[in-house]
């Protein structure tokens, strides 16, 4: 017991130094969960420090991010790339160590944490694709996906809403190897929480279908380990393992209360706490004989040899799902893809259909997803609305190898559970919404963009063209949200051709998330050259000219687009020069060379008009202080598509109106 104290000691005795030297962090949670985290890391959990990237390793997951010093002890002691000297720099500028953990910045962190109970929604969705991922490839005898995702989570994590939502649908799922520890102090930035957080929770996961561990010694290792083991042992449902911990354990002032949550001990508390634990080391200072007790390097190469000799068998006896199982974890598309999805494109030109782009985005995942076996979809409980199922998707609760999620009345749930099975990797998934509700699941959003996950958004019902179901349905402000936030590619496509492109993009980008932007009304198919399809993809591009030189330029996305260019014919019609620019992806257009964009919008052209029945105010840098923008001020209201445009100015007289307006000028 005083080794394994001693172990753990290593853990609470680097945070509370390296936050002491940031002058700012979470000493509380490492030093409570400090006793924990020996067990699981040094008994039970399965990785390799050499290759944190190991496909069939254990994932681990710090929910309550604050605790992020923890991790980096931990990723530190057992032999990763995380030197004394990056403990040292943590919260610095550029640092390995960031204040909560952000994965990219940080070997053998998963997923960012921070935002309470979205590492435990990534868990579920990580647990999701093992699960998927070994029904897809494993074979008798031939286990090659087989690992456990397991997390951490405090009070807070439980608190939050989102923890309900994924833990309500991992219970229905009957996900086995997901083993959650939650560390049970009692005790919140405010202070004691049984004032404003008094659920039974145990009955409340029981509720859920979990496997519940109550009444854990958190300091105890027999009782953690013992705990583990009957966790691991039930197979058909998830586990929560409840442990009872003092925060800042260790600390004769401090120790459960809520000073230690979030601020430095301080010199003095921590000179106690070293005598407290009979800790006879300075600061960052480990001996040898604790670092070779931590240190997992040959565990981990021993684990993935045996790992790599049974994958070698498995390609001998089935070589093309080993072929596939790589492919799919590199990342790579299939060859043929780029040569069917350019023909499926370009013949769609030759085929117009005047389909709402929501049914358009449905025919592409149709043709597309028959390529890739990767792609998994699901819809918050708006599958026949958002069109996201095709012929073949079939559900993960009734077939384990599914390649679609009814994720429920769920928004925020669905895309914080779909951003863990991208970041588990093997699946590129998709999640579907009506665009109001993304304001569900902004966070989940957010914290796709700030970890570049490969999420495609598929939000349908894009404008007041909603209709009858009025304001509280129809989205004004939300499109330009998106726009504005980093990393996010948004995509709003006027017809089915630019509907594929838009796909087509979303599958072949590398990094970072894509948002379509999806009507329910029907739209018109534009005529297009084969330059001008093959410029779609670069966000923006000439889909009329009239003559040269030009006297103004229209701009619109989606279902205004049409009404924008028999605007502009009409104008030409009066002897100007017109050009009409679709701009389905801003960002992408943005990114092109500089060339490019003045070829599309000359910056001598001042005049300019942009119709998009969406806020108005985000479309100024493209129009300029000569331009005009009709968009939406206000609101919508509840009444027939057609009146709502005709209401808010979207029709053809009210674009020629402003257009002569601007011409006289």
């Known amino acids: ?256 209360t809520a000073d230690s949550h979030g601020s430095p001990l301080g010199e003095l508390e921590i000179a106690l706490t070293r005598k407290n634990l009979n800790w006879k080391y300075l600061p960052f200072e480990i001996p040898t004989q604790i670092y070779d007790k931590w240190n997992f390097v040959k565990q981990g190469v021993k684990l993935e040899e045996s790992w790599n000799k049974k994958f070698n068998l498995y390609k001998s006896e089935y070589p093309e799902l080993a072929v596939e199982y790589e492919r799919r974890i590199k990342k790579q598309l299939p060859v043929e893809w780029y040569k069917k999805t350019n023909d499926y494109i370009f013949n769609l030109q030759k085929n117009p259909q005047n389909i709402a782009s929501r049914k358009a985005s449905q025919n592409s995942i149709e043709e597309f997803a028959a390529l890739l076996p990767e792609l998994i979809g699901g819809s918050a409980d708006l599958s026949p609305s958002n069109l996201t199922m095709w012929s073949n998707s079939s559900s993960i609760t009734e077939n384990l190898s599914g390649n679609y999620i009814h994720y429920g009345v769920r928004e925020f749930g669905m895309t914080a559970i779909a951003n863990g099975i991208s970041h588990h990797g093997g699946f590129i998934p998709y999640t579907s919404t009506f665009l109001m509700f993304v304001e569900y699941a902004r966070n989940a959003v957010r914290m796709a963009a700030l970890m570049n996950t490969k999420h495609i958004f598929v939000y349908t019902h894009d404008s007041i063209g909603l209709g009858e179901d009025g304001p509280t349905h ?52 534009f005529y297009r050259n084969d330059e001008q399809i093959r410029n779609i993809f670069f966000g923006a591009y000439i889909l009329y000219d009239s003559k040269e030189p030009l006297d103004i330029i229209f701009i619109s996305t989606g279902s205004e687009l049409q009404i924008t260019l028999t605007a502009a014919k009409k104008i030409a019609d009066l002897g100007y020069s017109v050009r009409v620019v679709s701009m389905p992806s801003n960002n992408v257009f943005d990114r092109q060379s500089i060339s490019y964009k003045e070829s599309v919008l000359p910056s001598y052209i001042t005049k300019r008009i942009i119709v998009e029945a969406s806020i108005k105010d985000f479309w100024y840098k493209y129009a300029g202080t000569e331009g005009i923008i009709i968009g939406m001020e206000t609101f919508g209201e509840s009444a027939p598509e057609e009146v709502l445009f005709k209401k808010f100015g979207f029709t053809v007289d009210n674009i020629i109106s402003q257009s002569k307006i601007l011409l006289k000028h």
């Open 474 to 525: 129809q989205p004004v402000e939300q499109l330009a949200n998106l726009r504005m936030t980093p990393n996010i590619d948004v995509w709003r496509p006027s017809d089915q051709v630019e509907t594929s492109v838009a796909w087509k993009y979303a599958i072949e980008q590398k990094h970072g998330p894509t948002a379509l932007i999806l009507s329910r009304q029907n739209l018109s198919q």
């Open 1 to 256: 017991m005083f080794l394994k104290r001693e172990l753990a000691n290593a853990i609470r005795m680097l945070s509370i130094d390296a936050i002491q030297n940031a002058k700012s962090g979470h000493p509380g949670m490492p030093m409570g969960m400090a006793d924990i985290a020996e067990v699981l890391w040094r008994k039970f959990l399965k990785h390799s420090p050499m290759n944190p990237n190991w496909d069939n390793r254990d994932r681990f997951i710090l929910s309550n991010g604050h605790g992020s010093m923890l991790l980096y002890s931990l990723l530190h002691l057992t032999g990763y790339d995380l030197s004394i000297n990056d403990l040292k720099n943590f919260r610095k500028l550029h640092s390995k160590t960031p204040g909560h953990p952000e994965t990219g910045e940080t070997p053998g962190v998963e997923t960012t944490t921070g935002p309470l109970g979205q590492g435990l929604a990534n868990a579920v969705g990580m647990a999701i694709a093992e699960r998927t991922l070994s029904a897809h490839f494993n074979r008798p005898n031939y286990d090659i996906v087989d690992h456990y995702t397991w997390v951490f989570v405090g009070d807070g994590c439980l608190m939050e809403g989102i923890s309900h939502e994924v833990c309500s649908l991992a219970g229905t799922l009957k996900l086995g190897k997901l083993i959650v520890f939650y560390d049970q102090n009692g005790i919140s930035i405010d202070g004691k929480i049984s004032n404003w957080f008094t659920d039974n929770t145990v009955m409340r996961f029981k509720s859920y279908n979990w496997h519940v561990v109550d009444q854990v010694d958190g300091h105890n290792p027999d009782s953690i380990k013992n705990s583990i083991k009957e966790a691991k042992s039930v197979k058909n449902q998830p586990s929560i393992i409840i442990c009872n911990t003092i925060i800042g354990f260790g600390s004769p002032n401090k120790s459960g």
